[in-house]
């Protein structure tokens, strides 16, 4: 992705998403502050000044995180969270795990709640 995100080009279109969604409820200095990829799963972290955002705002960051537990970091396509050995965790789907993995094993497979 572009300056700023710290996440493959699979999560684009969840990101892009949630801020269309985000667009219409942001107040007065709100802003995002992070993008990125932690532990397989995007974090979407908000700075704001001036009044409390609406409870909306974390219902909808939420459902984009567990969305991206079951979505490709790398493509998009419908991924795991998994482990490859001496690495850290990702969500990938098979082809895309079996890139990353480089000849290494796959540890373990995490299923999203």
Not at 51 to 69: C, F, V
Not at 81 to 102: H, N, V, Y
Request: glycine letters at 10%; charged letters at 40%.
């Amino acid at each position: 992705m572009g300056r700023g995100f710290a996440c493959g080009d699979g999560w684009e279109g969840i990101i892009r998403r949630l801020a269309e969604k985000l667009e219409p409820l942001a107040v007065d200095g709100l802003r995002a502050t992070q993008v990125k990829e932690k532990f397989g799963t995007l974090r979407f972290l908000l700075a704001r000044s001036g009044r409390e955002p609406p409870d909306d705002l974390s219902r909808m960051i939420h459902e984009a995180e567990k969305e991206s537990q079951r979505t490709c970091e790398e493509c998009s396509a419908p991924g795991t969270m998994q482990r490859i050995t001496g690495r850290r965790w990702w969500t990938l789907c098979d082809p895309c795990a079996d890139r990353e993995s480089d000849g290494k094993r796959r540890e373990e497979r995490l299923r999203p709640e």
